[in-house]
């Protein structure tokens, strides 16, 4: 499914218009990124946790010089899925 059909699903499902839908689905997209930017966690209870990694600088080789090179840190998005997730997943 692709953000389009998530949409549609979301209209569909919501008894509202596509426009209506997009915005909603499109405020909490942001909403989400924004929370974790911030340093912040999304925990939304049944569905999942979003949260930020943070990974160390470290060195590694070039592969095609087999030099070594600094890679930087970085932080990364992090999804853990919740039961109610887990088990609609599993078809439980």
Do not use: C, H, W, Y
Request: net charge positive.
């Amino acid at each position: 499914m692709n953000k389009n059909e998530l949409i549609a699903k979301v209209a569909e499902d919501a008894n509202m218009t596509k426009g209506e839908a997009g915005e909603a689905v499109e405020a909490t997209i942001s909403t989400i990124m924004k929370a974790l930017a911030g340093g912040d966690d999304v925990r939304l209870v049944g569905f999942g946790t979003f949260s930020v990694s943070e990974r160390k600088a470290t060195t590694g080789r070039d592969p095609r010089t087999g030099k070594s090179i600094q890679i930087a840190a970085s932080k990364n998005a992090k999804f853990k899925a919740g039961k109610a997730f887990k088990d609609a997943v599993n078809g439980k």
